[in-house]
Structures are given as C-alpha cells and as structure tokens.
C-alpha cells in the first residue's frame, strides 16, 4: 500500500548506440548473435509458474538462411489457453491490490536490465529470428522498448493523479481499477518492441495477461518472459501461449472473464475478431476494451517546392529499412512532374549501393523477409507488376529464397493512381509511384486521401510553407501519425505517440497515456463528511 504521492525517475529517450567499427557495443553484439546462433533453444510456454514443453516442436527459423534452425518452440492447443486463462485470473487479486509502486518498480527494472545486460542478447535475438540489420534491433528491441517501460510508467502515476474536484464537505476521489478480467495480448512479428509492449502496458495497470506472439517471433518474445521473470513479475501476471490463432480465439473470445484484446497486426485478422467479440457480448461479465493498431498504405506526397534529394532520401528509408515490414512503411509515393527525373536518379543511384544478405555482416543494408509465405505473396505482386502495362519496374524486381527469403528492393512506377500496388498493404520491399502534373497539387491530396482504406501514416514535403499547410489541413484524415518534409517511419514513444485511423487501427497510441486509459476501469467515490439527516430543502417553510 503507496504511503507516499511517489514520482518515477523522469523517463528519457534510450540513446541509440551507434555500432560503429570498434565500437564495443558492436563486439559485443557480434559475440552475442555467435553464440546464440550456436545453440538450439528448446523454447516452452510460461503458464503461471510452468514452463510447458509438448510434444509438437515447431522450428524457429532465421530467414536469410531458414536452413539454420534457431531451435524450437513447444506448441500448446486449447487446453493450454485454458490454462493460461486459469493462471492469470488466479493471480489477478494478488497482482490488482499490489501498490502501484511495485508493479511499476518491475517494470522499470526490466528496462534497466535491458539498456544493460540483456540489450545485446534480445537485439542478437530479433537480428537472428526476424532477420533486422542491427540498427534495426537496436532502434525495435532495445531503444523502443525500453522506452515504451519508462514512458508508460511516468504516464501510469499521471492517470492515478487524475482526481475530481470537491465541494466543502465531500471528499470526491477517483479509483482506477484494474479490468475485471484478463487481458488477451496478441501480437505480430515485425516489432520485438510492440510483443513486449503489448501485454507489459496492460499488467502495468494491474491487469492480467492471456500474450500470444506470432509463430515468426517466439524466439525474441521468450527472451522478453525471461527478462521481465528476472525484473520480479510474479507467476500467472503475464502468460505466454503458442497456440495457433483460431484456437486461442476461439477459448479466449468465448470466456466469461475476457475483458479486453490488446492487438497488434493486420486489418483482417483484427476485424474478424471484432466481429466474433459482438457475436458473444452477451456472453461477457463486462463490455471489453478492443485495442487494435492494424495495417497501413502510407504514403509521401511532394509539392513542386520539395528538395529532391529530401524526397528520395524519404523514399528510400521510409520503403526500404526493415524490408518494408513496418507498419509505418512508405509504400506509395506521389511526385510532381518537375521533380521527378532528380527523385528517379537519387533513388535509383541510392538502390544501386545497398547491400543485402544476412545481418550477421554489418554492411548489408537489406536483410530477408520474414517467411515463405510473406515471401510468395510479395514475389506474386512483383510478378503481376511486370505482367502489367499500367506500370514499370524501375529498379530491383529480383528474389531468391533458396537460402534466404531475400527480394530485392523494388521501385514500382505506375501510371494508374489506383493500380492495385497503389492501393493494397504489401508488407514488403516494393514502393509504387505515380507522377502527377505539377499543377494538380490539390487534386493529388485528394486521391491520396481516397486511394486507400487505411489512415496510418503520412508524410508531405514541401518547402513552401502555405503548401505544407494546405496539405496539412487536407489530409487531416488520411494519417494518424503525419510528416513534415521527413521520412513516414521511426515514431519514438514519448515523441510521436503512434497510430492510424480508418481500417489501421482505434488509435489508441501506443506508448502514450491515451492506451493505458484503456486498461483501467475508473470508480467515482463520494465521500460525505456530515452525512443529512433531514431531507426537507431550507425553502419548504411556511408559504408566505
Ligand atoms: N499499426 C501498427 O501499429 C502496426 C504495427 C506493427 C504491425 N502492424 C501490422 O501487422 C501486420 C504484420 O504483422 P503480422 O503478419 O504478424 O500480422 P497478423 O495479423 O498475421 O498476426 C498478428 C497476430 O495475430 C495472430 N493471428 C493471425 N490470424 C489469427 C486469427 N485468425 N485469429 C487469432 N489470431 C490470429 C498471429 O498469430 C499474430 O500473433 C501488418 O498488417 C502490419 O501493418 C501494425
Ligand atoms: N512505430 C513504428 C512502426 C511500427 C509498425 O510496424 C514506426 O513508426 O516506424
């Protein structure tokens, strides 16, 4: 029980350390991605206190070489989400009437303990499982989250400071209680930072999780258990399952206690289980919080003032770091005639000196895709590109997966706006371009406000002033997170509070005190210190 109004330490950005040649962050990165990629964990599932191995192995991959087994996973099936389910509404009491300085105390650690010791292994972990160069880790596994536990702890005391006012006499306060429940954690395999984030928000606020990472990311998301198990979370808080999607929706979406989903993946997915969550609301104790950031079709329009070289330089790290796998990825761009022989050059001279392969070799710039599947269906959109006459491959075009999942960077021009690559979620290396007439500047926002379903992100750049407020106002819809002459890309919590609208997502903004009000079931008290013993209004006397 707090005895004090505590404050947490002041949260700060974790520095992003450079992995320069000799650098020792870089030795030691190299020598920690060795000797895990020696060894064959044998990975269980963290169900209140037990580690549960079965009897189906499934094989953690690295995809620029899915030859090379990382080990397994145990999966589980329903019985297992059972008791995932059990543990964590077993450990709810304890964990809800613990002070919220222990619960944050916790988390705060973890983060200590993953700026120190553990950053090389979980960014060794997400440069081998999920094939990141180690920028990439280090800006996901270690920077990201890491700041997602201190930002959220800061922003955690500020919502328990959120009390009503008084008037002379009462006492008005303000409880905010925990979900009455478990929380369901599910989570994608692009970012170690959001497997993390997703179910450590949520126990943050006192609640219990159900957290089921995608197949794809087991390998970094076990070494997240382990960190916060050595923080001091205690058993049953957070409860790690591999089961396959379906058969956890369909123990988890069925219960009684299921008080909230805590999503992050694609829009399809998240809409079924909407609909399966309004197909069972009878059968709930409570209405349950729906959290879900999903996909996007981000975009980079350029007003005729732009800077070409700014542009391209947009392009090619806003389509192209992490293989174009973020959420965030600009995947169509929108150039004026004027500018679009320079922005062509730049992009294509820049495409020309990347380098791809594994991320064991700190050259490459481009690393693999994240499986077989993710591969054939970006490989398909290439093909169809280069079958079509409403659009040009300008530069990559190429893949091979017969070691790794590898394609190389493509730069799509098309002269259809609505050309599917223009429209749909690709999640891939591809970027599509349309030029437009430099004087249709107006008409463009328009079109890229209507192409796509999807609200995420969005960058303008414009060295004209009234242009950037023009496209500012116009697209006031279209992004929920929107650029000013930079990159659509690498939002930092604390800074850029993150998510769309539209089919991308509730918005909710991970890594901001707007996604823990979601986690917490506010009660009003009223407390009266001279309670009336008279119900008769001063005005009731004689009617004179
Ligand atoms: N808006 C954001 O903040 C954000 C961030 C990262 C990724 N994303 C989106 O995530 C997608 C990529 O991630 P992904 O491929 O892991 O997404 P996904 O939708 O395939 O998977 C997300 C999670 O849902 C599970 N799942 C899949 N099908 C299911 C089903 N039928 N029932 C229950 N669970 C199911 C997966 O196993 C995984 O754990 C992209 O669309 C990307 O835009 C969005
Ligand atoms: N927050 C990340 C994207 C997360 C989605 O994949 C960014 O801003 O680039």
Known sequence: ????????????????????????????????????????????????????????????????????ILGHFSEGDASHVEQAINAALAAREEWAAMGWEHRLSIFLKAAELLAGPWRARLNAATMLGQSKNAYQAEIDSACELIDFLRFNAQYATEIYQMQPESSPGVWNRMEHRPLEGFVFALTPFNFTAIAGNLPASVAMMGNVVVWKPANTQVYAAQMIMELFREAGLPDGVINLVYVDGPTAGEVIFNHADFAGIHFTGSTGVFQNIWKTIGQNIHKYKTYPRIVGETGGKDFIVAHSSADAKQVATGIVRGAFEYQGQKCSAASRAYIPSNLWEDVKNYVVEDLKTFKMGPPEDFSNFINAVIDEKSFDKIAKYIDNSKESNEVEVIAGGNYDKSKGYFIEPTVLL??????????????????????????????????????????????????????????????VNAAGNFYINDKPTGAV???????????????????????????????SIKETFVTPTDYRYPFLGENK
């Open 1 to 68: 029980m707090a005895t004090g109004f505590f404050r947490v330490p002041t949260p700060v950005n974790e520095p992003v350390k450079s992995y320069a040649p000799g650098s020792p962050e870089r030795e030691e990165l190299q020598r920690t991605y060795k000797e895990l990629k020696s060894k064959e964990l044998d990975v269980p599932m963290y169900i209140g206190g037990d580690k549960v191995y079965t009897d189906k192995k499934k094989p953690m991959l690295q995809p620029h070489d899915h030859k090379h």
């Open 414 to 475: 098309s002269h259809n706006p609505q050309y599917v690559t223009m429209c749909e979620e690709i999640f891939g290396p591809v970027i599509s371009i349309y030029v437009y007439d430099e004087n249709n500047f107006e008409e463009t926002l328009e079109l890229v406000n209507s192409t796509s379903p999807y609200a995420l992100t969005g960058a303008i750049f414009s060295r004209d002033r009234y242009a950037a407020e023009f496209a500012t106002k116009k697209l």
């Open 493 to 523: 919590v604390g800074q850029q509070p993150f998510g769309g609208a539209r089919a991308s997502g509730t918005n909710d903004k991970a890594g901001s005190m707007l996604n823990l009000l979601r986690w917490v079931s506010a009660r």
